[in-house]
């Protein structure tokens, strides 16, 4: 599964950038697009602000076919509070262009990505497969303080190669 997610948050980091490069965080002093995926990151990154954050929750597999299918949920979870040029009071305008990048991000064609292997030393490998994903589900606005926060959810699926079982 973690060839999945690393070429999910792969693939959506790459997008989000493309659509607008200006989101950006800083951790550990490198700047970087703005997503970052909560398990492989330390816990003091989680605070970034006008960023996603990709958190994995539940992992379904229909073994039942010749090659099993595996579903993935995945979290995203963003916040915003507003500009300080603004004294925060464009926090809802900032909130929908975050919708609107994730949106845009998850909704283009094609709605998948060959799947590839990660190894910190090696470049990365293409393998026999891909990851597909359907519409991601935006649950309600929460205020949390002067936080705007919202979570989308979306399903990636994978069928599994002989590597990954």
């Known amino acids: 599964m973690q060839n999945a997610k690393d070429t999910f948050y792969i693939t959506l980091r790459d997008r989000v950038a493309a659509l607008n490069p200006a989101r950006t965080i800083v951790l550990r002093g490198q700047t970087r697009p703005g997503v970052l995926v909560e398990e492989n990151e330390l816990a003091s990154a989680f ?14 597999i229909d073994s039942q076919q010749p090659a099993p299918l595996a579903a993935l949920r995945c979290e995203i979870l963003y916040a915003t509070a507003g500009s300080s040029g603004n004294g925060g009071m464009d926090r809802g305008r900032l909130l929908e262009a975050m ?23 090696t470049a990365a490998v293409v393998l026999p497969a891909r990851i597909f994903w359907g519409n991601p589900a ?28």
């Open 99 to 121: 919708d609107a990048e994730l949106f845009s991000a998850l909704h283009t064609a094609p709605q998948n990505a060959l799947l590839q292997q990660f190894a910190s030393d």
């Open 138 to 165: 935006f649950n309600p606005v929460t205020s949390n303080g002067e936080l705007l926060e919202r979570t989308a959810t979306v399903d990636v699926f994978t069928y599994q190669n002989q590597e990954e079982r």
């Open 47 to 60: 605070d970034q602000q006008d960023a996603f954050r990709l958190r994995w929750t539940t992992l379904a």
